[in-house]
């Protein structure tokens, strides 16, 4: 499978893959030779309930050094952005596990990791379609994202940090400036879908508001238009 610098798959295997409203298709930082790294599949089941997991989760900013396994790190992002659309038709299929004004998807997920079992340390994006992941950028960054998290250093020392990001013209396209709304409730929904889904994985989190936007977006270097909206660091839980 070949990636786009952005993480989603291009050329023929894009066209194999079209669905409605596919962001990845809308970015166009292209690399050749790009790699996908397939992810463990989701589970539809866990060890706790929902009522649980709403009643146990709390913001936890203390972390042990110790790596998550990738099958969590897979079972995060597919709570937070997975496909979940039951539809036959592969072609008809896009719908994601958090709810979506007009289905548009202006949000992506970039996992910057430092220690998952199995995946080499860098930032990466996940891409919902393939239930992939594209590497970006090699090596350990945490501690930049930690910095520019205003400092925030607990950031540092989780295994990893998602962060959840916005395309806007993705919505604005299509509901003018009340998509940057849209876009900012969505986020909401994916940061509590990670939050409850780390709670149910024994795991803990925080969504981190307080951040240097561009420094952010360098770190991660991301496309002009592209916004950090998010930063969610995971890891076990130090008692
Ligand atoms: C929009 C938003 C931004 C936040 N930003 C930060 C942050 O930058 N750093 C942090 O440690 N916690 C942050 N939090 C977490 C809150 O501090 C936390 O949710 C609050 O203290 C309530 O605790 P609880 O989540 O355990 O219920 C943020 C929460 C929200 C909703």
Not at 4 to 16: I, L, P, S, V
Not at 50 to 55: G, I, M, N, P, T
Not at 187 to 194: C, K, P, S
Request: charged share 20%; aromatic share 6%.
């Amino acid at each position: 499978m070949v990636l786009t610098a952005a993480g989603c798959a291009t050329g023929k295997e894009a066209a194999r893959n079209r669905v409605p409203a596919d962001p990845g298709e809308n970015i166009a930082r292209e690399v050749a030779g790009g790699k996908a790294i397939a992810l463990p599949a989701s589970r539809l089941t866990g060890e706790m309930s929902l009522e649980a997991a709403v009643a146990g989760r709390r913001s936890e900013r203390s972390f042990r050094a110790a790596p998550l396994k990738l099958e969590q790190l897979a079972q995060l992002l597919w709570a937070a952005q997975g496909i979940t659309d039951p539809h036959p038709d592969p072609a008809q299929r896009f719908r994601r596990a958090a709810p979506s004004a007009g289905a548009q998807y202006p949000l992506d997920l970039y996992p910057v990791v430092g220690e998952i079992e199995g995946l080499e340390a860098g930032i990466y994006r996940y891409c919902p379609q393939e239930h992939a992941l594209g590497l970006l950028t090699p090596g350990d960054r945490r501690r930049q994202l930690a910095r520019a998290c205003l400092g925030q250093m607990f950031v540092a020392a989780a295994p990893v940090a998602v962060v959840i990001t916005a395309t806007y013209d993705r919505i604005t396209d299509r509901y003018g400036e009340r998509g940057i709304r849209y876009a900012h409730m969505e986020v909401g929904h994916v940061g509590q879908n990670i939050h409850l889904q780390a709670e149910a994985l024994g795991l803990g989190t925080v969504v981190v508001g307080a951040f240097q936007d561009e420094e952010v977006a360098e770190v991660l270097q991301l496309p002009r238009k592209e916004a950090p909206l998010y930063v969610m660091p995971v890891g076990i839980i130090q008692s």
